[in-house]
């Protein structure tokens, strides 16, 4: 879940949507130092391994974060999670290229903050908080819709991303409708509803920002940098919010430790490897499939761990808003 952490939707060069709040940072298409795209022709074994990688563990985040938020505040388990995650990313690219390529000047640590920000603190603080009382599966139908909001942003900015793009926006919109309206999720209050459209507009904004602003060259870099931003953040906003107040580490549930964990070490750190290197080593168009595969497999793990409802609405709307992005993703590799 940028351009040195940007989203390739984001760039009108790149057709690969974002992924959701759930997941981590995603970095641009641009190769790292001493890397080479894989030709074209057969796609290996490896690649397919790293798609199903980026299949099941981003579509298994919203579960995750679900167990997490049951025992632990949600912005200080968002803090925490991404906080770790950059220390460890940190020290992955230290050990890996030196800790010369941890160097950045202000501005672009300035901009891997804003970005961070938006996409950390806003998109993913804000689902861990919606989740609190929304299904992990409705949250990822809701974030889904991330792609449409990229469309409508790089529009306000100026570009024209064609007729396809704006017919699968207008089609978004429509699942959106179906999800968000009062009764149709059944008991869900509409306000956790809000919190993830907004989290994912936010997480859309930061996408699009972080293709425009002046980012660090090394994307893992940046990345470190927008989870270590994000996740300060998100530790304030919770310390703000009063969530340490009568918070008890021993009273956390194992199952929350664990998911925790999860999100850290498979979420943010192996997907978002995986992905990296998909974008180097495979066609764009098949690394942004998960883009409408993450959300199906949300719901199914929602549906069989959780016993989350599985209502027509949910059915109808997540079929809507899938049936979008595919739209707006071959949109973007036609163009």
Not at 194 to 221: D, E, H, I, K
């Amino acid at each position: 879940m940028t351009s040195s952490a940007a989203d390739p939707a984001a760039d009108p060069a790149g057709p690969a949507a974002p992924p959701g709040p759930g997941s981590s940072a995603v970095p641009a298409t641009k190769p790292l130092p001493g890397t080479v795209p894989a030709p074209g022709g057969r796609i290996s074994g490896a690649v397919w391994a790293a798609l199903g990688i980026v299949y099941v563990v981003w579509g298994s985040t919203y579960l995750g974060i679900r167990i997490v938020v049951e025992t632990v505040p949600p912005f200080l388990a968002s803090g925490s999670r991404f906080i770790v995650a950059g220390l460890l990313l940190a020290a992955l690219v230290a050990w890996r290229h030196g800790p010369a390529a941890l160097k950045v000047d202000r501005r672009r640590l300035g901009s891997a903050a804003l970005v961070g920000l938006l996409l950390i603190l806003g998109g993913n603080g804000l689902v861990n908080l919606a989740e609190t009382t929304v299904p992990s599966g409705l949250a990822a139908l809701l974030i889904a819709v991330v792609p449409v909001w990229v469309v409508l942003l790089r529009t306000a900015a100026g570009e024209r991303p064609g007729l396809g793009a704006y017919g699968g926006v207008l089609i978004g919109l429509g699942g959106l409708a179906v999800l968000t309206l009062p009764g149709l999720s059944g008991d869900v209050g509409i306000g956790g509803v809000l919190l993830v459209v907004l989290a994912a507009l936010l997480w859309a904004a930061g996408s699009v920002s972080s293709a425009r602003l002046p980012m660090p060259a090394n994307p893992f870099t940046a990345s470190a940098y927008e989870m270590l931003a994000g996740g300060v953040g998100g530790i304030v906003v919770g310390l703000l919010r009063g969530e340490h107040h009568g918070f008890d580490p021993g009273a956390v549930s194992t199952g929350s430790w664990l998911a925790l964990g999860y999100l850290v070490v498979f979420g943010s750190l192996i997907a978002f490897t995986a992905y990296a290197w998909l974008l180097q080593s495979a066609p764009v168009s098949l690394a942004a499939t998960y883009a409408y595969v993450n959300p199906v497999v949300a719901v199914l793990l929602g549906v069989l761990i959780l016993g989350e409802a599985l209502t027509w609405p949910i059915l109808l709307g997540g079929a809507i808003v899938v049936a979008a992005v595919c739209l707006i993703v071959s949109t973007e590799r036609r163009r």
